[in-house]
Nanobody
Framework: VQLVESGGGLVQAGGSLRLSCAAS????????MGWYRQAPGKQRELVAT???????DYADSVKGRATISMDNAKNTEYLLMNRLKPEDTAVYYC?????????WGQGTQVTVST
């Protein structure tokens, strides 16, 4: 199973970006996909999750500013983040869980400038 992330980069505070994570090599139904992030010197933080049924959950720090979704046909998840803040700066990691285990992407850097 391989997860490939895209969409990170440098954005100004107040701006938006959309992260994508495409899973390949799995033939089973995806249970959950989601995003963690880790800023320098901080613990990894769960940002958002989405189940195969479309149920979503968000960290308080991004609630109201983030939207997570999954395209089951493409085994791809998306994280749209609006009104970005400098404290959103981190490496964002996607993950996918199916009945065989949990798999991780390589991480994509998001930097929000003031």
């Amino acid at each position: 199973v391989q997860l490939v992330e895209s969409g990170g980069g440098l954005v100004q505070a107040g701006g938006s970006l959309r992260l994508s994570c495409a899973a390949s090599g799995t033939t089973f139904s995806i249970n959950t996909m989601g995003w963690y992030r880790q800023a320098p010197g901080k613990q990894r933080e769960l940002v958002a999750t989405v189940t195969g049924e479309g149920d979503t959950d968000y960290a308080d720090s991004v609630k109201g500013r983030a939207t997570i979704s999954m395209d089951n046909a493409k085994n791809t998840e998306y994280l749209l983040m609006n009104r970005l803040k400098p404290e959103d700066t981190a490496v964002y990691y996607c993950y996918m869980r199916d009945w065989t285990g949990t798999y991780w992407g390589q991480g994509t850097q998001v930097t929000v400038s003031t």
